[in-house]
Each structure stands twice: as C-alpha cells, then as structure tokens.
C-alpha cells in the first residue's frame, strides 16, 4: 500500500479508516474556507468493523475539535491544595445522594454509581474558608464550585493505573473496554486538568470546543450502515432504537466445543485471588496455556505478583509501556504449552490466539536470532511455503528483505507447531480464567471467545467476590445473603444457579444505566445536530458557489421582520409607533 493523500483516498470506490478519523474529517471538512479542499464524498455506504465497540462503546464519547482558551492553569494548582483537607463523609453506591446530604457530617459524599461527589453543607463552608471566598455559591464564584467538584472526582473516583497511566509526564487516559491507552483523549469540563494537578505533572490548558459530533450522529447520516461483530445479540434492543439497525445471528463456522464453566463467588478480594492462583497452578502442572483476564493494569500486577511467589512462569500485557511494547510477542506465545498470560482487556476483542503458537512470529524469532537453516526440509514443503511468502507480500500481508530464508524458517517453525498444537488440545486447549465480570455481558463473550476458536477445545471460568465493583454497587446485598444462607466459611466460594442469575441481573442493569446515558446523550446532540447540519449545508452551499439569493432574501425579510417588530407593534393605534426608532435602525 502506498501513501496517498486523503482527497486521494476518499475518491476510491471503498476507503478503509478508522471511526475517529473519519469523524474528524467530516469536522474538518466543514471548518474549511475553499471547497476545492474538501476531501470527503457524500456518506453514501459504511461497513464497521466491531460495530458494538464503536457504535455503543465508543458512543459515549465525542469527538471533538478544539482551540486553547486563555483560561489560566493556576487555579487547578490553588483547588488541589485543598482537597487533601476536606473529609469525606460518606461514600455511597445507591444512587440516592441528596437523601443524605444534610444528615452527613464531613465535607463531601462520593456516589461510586453515578460517579459525581457533592458537597455538604459543612464542606462548602470548609471550601469557603480555605479559598477567602464568603459565599461560595454567588454568581462570580461558580466557577469554583465546579473545580472543586472535579477536584475530589479526581482524587476519589479516578485511579491511577486503573483509570489513567502517567507516561513522560502526561496523564493518558485507559480505554475501560480495551485496555489500551488513548493518546490524545482529555476528559473534558476540567477534570482532566483536575488529575494532572493530583499527579503533580504539568497542566495542560483547558481547550474550548470549535466543532463536535459524537459517532453516534456521525453514523447516522449514512444512508447505509452496516457491520460485523461477535458479540451485538445482547444489545439488539440498542441498535434497534438508536440506529434502526437489525441483528442476525450467523452460525459458527465449526461446532463451538468450549466448555463455560460456573462462576464462583467469593466473600472477598484476598479469598477470589488465592482460588485465582490455585487454579493457575493446577492448568500449569498439566501443561495447559492459561489466559488470565483482569479489569485494570492495578489488578493484573496483583496477580502477577502472587505468581511470582508461587514460581510460576508468566507474561504480563497491559497499556504500561514495559508491556504494551511486547504486545504481538505475548499474544503470539499465549497458545503454547505452560504460557499463562495475564492481561487487561487488551487480549480481549479482536486477538487471535494460535494453539502450539503463531507461525509468523516465530518464523520472524528464528530469522532474528540468525538460526535459518534448510537441511532436513522437504524441497516441495519449502517451495509451496516460498509460493505462499510471495502471495503474502503481493497482498501487503508481509514484509520482509528475504522472502527465502522467511520461507525457510516458516517452513521449519510449522512443524513444531503441529506437534504442539496437537498436545494443547489432547490437554483440554486454552483455560480462561476471568478475574472479575465486566459491566456488559459482551466484554466477557470477547475474553470467553478467545478460547474456542474454529473448532478448537477451551475452556472458561469467572471468578468473582463481594468487592468487585459489579458487585459492590449492583447486586452485593442479594448475593450476599445467598451466601448468608447456604452458611459458606472463608475460603470456600460458592456456584449455584440463584447467584449465576444474580450476577446477569447485575450486568443487565449496569447496560440499561449505560444505555440511558447513550441515549440521553444522543438527544442532547440531537438539538445541536439539526443546528450543526443547517449552518454546514449552507455553509456548503457558499463554498461551492451555489446560487444563494433565495437564502440572502429570506436573511433580509427575518432582520426586517424583527426591527419592524420591535418599533411597530400592530396591536396598538399608529400614533403610538416608533418611527423615528425605526428610521434610525434601518
């Protein structure tokens, strides 16, 4: 593929992109001043790619071009100076805060479900003695009431290393359903500005919006949408109502014959993650690969860190950048006898993991290391091998300086891997074993389907406790007296259909909450979406030279009809208008 510009690319009969940088163009394109610069075409037909990602996941955020304002950084630095002396009061997870508030005593209350803080009556009187200010809530000191607030958000409900990374000075937000770092992604309305402050890195200015859509709206203007994923049957309803969008279900290609074993539920963290390890243990002594799925980089360290104390030879993937870096080796090794592979979500949609290893990474090893010989090697296996190296690079699929030695080593490497491979399945194929349950049912079906694949055996387990944040804020108290019932000790976890349900009950709340924040989200840029397509259509309609009297005329008769109104009120006698008012507005 060579390197084209984008007016280039655009003019193809299919383009291939990413959701965001077709988004933006479409921004950009109409913050334009000539429209010989526009490089896109009507939206006429698009495919996506893990359509339930972008078009739900990725919903949630929008895009947005923006410009520095002239707001000074100094006052994030004065606010989290005196966020460390405000006491929290409670901390919550019903959602009903202000049925608290005036009985609390401290200065704030933090609602984990809704994630927003608020403070009490004592806390503003607080905030206001530490700022010099006498009332907080008088108009010129709104602003601070608002800083404030994103200021404990920053240091109660976002977590480094769960929500952000700190990377050469810069906080880099963490894709809660990837686990991948999102460079170039700020939070908006200061909060962003707030975790720089708490981390004590350089605070960048806080921008003002220039244009913005969310991918919601974006794809709605498509006469035509479509896509492709794994996992959409359990928001079917969603695209449905938001994009009028059916859902079919396509058989697997081979019979799937991975087994889903029952969760088990824990009283606690420190319990779950003994049973976690146990169990790593037991797959590893039978030789078994094992994918270990985690929530947060936090979390997949913590378990990391019992096997290091257990012996256990592991990898580790997560958006650190020691990690992240290794990330194709990892993945590539994670279906070879023994790996056992830790990961955040990143393992999760879209990775392949080959049983007995992956072909092409280890025939890349075997050039790297300079250990590329042909003896032993039938001539006909090595020339349909080099056959194969040749389509590869024609297709773009490959690239290498000796498609030869490639082909040697490729051939050579796909031996080892049958023999491997045909013990990982005589095992049982690759274990799953999830640490936590996600808040939507499909981030589980991506982590479960990586075992399983095109017929292969597998195998997937969940393992959760009452501290799990699923758990804590939606269905705690009705597992826990499950549990409070069936008498369980320490240690001991529980599987039982009741809590199975329990715990789906859970998650299909958490996706109706999220679903209403899409959706509310959607009608708030609804408003701002049928303004944004008039002012663009005839801004359009300028660019291209478009006869425009019709839209001049109308603009004349709306001023005229406005100042005549304003001088000239036909209710009353003639002798009461304004028509030296009106003389000297026209």
């Known amino acids: ?255 799937l014959v991975r087994v889903n074993h029952n969760d088990m539920v824990f009283k606690t963290q420190r319990e779950k993650l003994s049973a976690v390890a146990d169990e790593i243990a037991e797959m590893h002594k039978l030789g078994r690969p094992v994918l270990v799925g985690t929530t947060s980089i936090e979390k997949s360290e913590a378990v990391s860190s019992l096997l290091k104390k257990r012996g256990i030879t592991h990898q580790v993937l997560n958006a650190k950048p020691m990690y992240a870096e290794r990330e194709a080796e990892v993945v590539a090794q994670a279906g070879r006898l023994k790996a056992v592979t830790i990961s955040t979500n990143m393992a999760g949609r879209g990775t392949d993991i080959l049983l007995g290893g992956n072909p092409k990474f280890m025939a890349s090893d075997l050039l790297r290391r300079g250990e590329v010989r042909r003896d032993g090697l039938d001539p006909a296996e090595y020339d349909e091998t080099l056959r194969q190296v040749r389509d590869m690079q024609r297709y773009g699929l490959l690239e290498t300086d000796d498609p030869e030695s490639y082909a040697t080593a490729l051939a050579k490497v796909r031996k080892e891997i049958e023999v491997e491979h045909r013990q990982v399945v005589e095992l049982g194929g690759l274990h799953i074993l999830a640490t936590e349950r996600h808040e939507a049912r499909r981030i589980d079906n991506q982590l479960r389907g990586r075992a399983g694949r095109q017929g292969d055996p597998g195998s997937s387990r969940f393992f959760l406790s009452l501290e799990d944040d699923l758990l804590r804020l939606f269905a705690q108290e009705r597992i826990g007296k499950i549990m409070e019932m069936l008498g369980m000790e320490e240690g001991e976890p529980i599987e039982h259909p009741w809590v199975t349900r329990a715990i789906e009950t859970a998650q299909k709340r958490v996706e109706a909450h999220n679903f209403e924040i899409r959706k509310h989200l959607l009608e708030y840029d609804d408003v701002m979406n049928n303004q944004r397509k008039l002012i663009y259509s005839e801004r359009k309609q300028l660019l291209e030279g478009e006869e425009i009297r019709d839209v001049i005329e109308g603009m004349i008769e709306e001023v005229l009809d406005e100042t005549i109104g304003l001088y000239v009120n036909p209710e009353a006698y003639a002798e009461n208008w304004d028509m030296v008012g009106l003389a000297e507005a026209m």
């Open 1 to 255: 593929l060579r390197p084209c510009t984008r007016q280039e690319a655009y003019r193809a009969d299919i383009t291939y992109g990413t959701n965001s940088e077709f988004g933006f163009d479409y921004l950009r394109d109409n913050m334009k001043f000539a429209a010989e610069d526009f490089v896109q075409r009507p939206l006429n037909y698009a495919v996506v790619d893990e359509v339930d990602n972008i078009l739900i996941d990725e919903a949630r955020t929008p895009l947005i071009i923006s410009g520095p304002s002239e707001e000074s950084t100094d006052k994030y630095y004065v606010i989290d100076r005196i966020i460390p002396r405000l006491k929290r009061a409670a901390t919550i997870t019903s959602g009903k805060l202000h049925e608290i508030e005036a009985t609390a005593t401290g200065d704030f209350i933090v609602d984990e479900k809704a994630k927003t803080v608020a403070l009490t009556e004592t806390g503003v009187f607080t905030v206001e003695k530490l700022l010099g200010v006498k009332n907080l809530y008088e108009p010129a000191n709104i602003d601070l009431v608002h800083h404030v607030q994103q200021g404990l958000r920053a240091h109660t409900l976002y977590k480094r290393d769960v929500d952000y990374v700190v990377k050469e000075g810069e906080v880099i937000i963490v894709d809660e359903f990837t686990g991948r770092l999102m460079a170039g992604r700020r939070w908006s309305d200061g909060l962003h500005q707030a975790v720089e402050a708490k981390e004590k890195v350089k605070i960048q200015q806080e921008n003002q919006t220039l244009a913005s859509i969310t991918i919601q709206n974006y794809f709605r203007m498509y006469a035509k949408l479509s896509g492709m994923t794994g996992t959409a049957d359990t928001e079917a309803a969603e695209f449905a109502k938001i994009y009028n969008l059916d859902v079919m279900v396509i058989p697997t290609n081979r019979p």
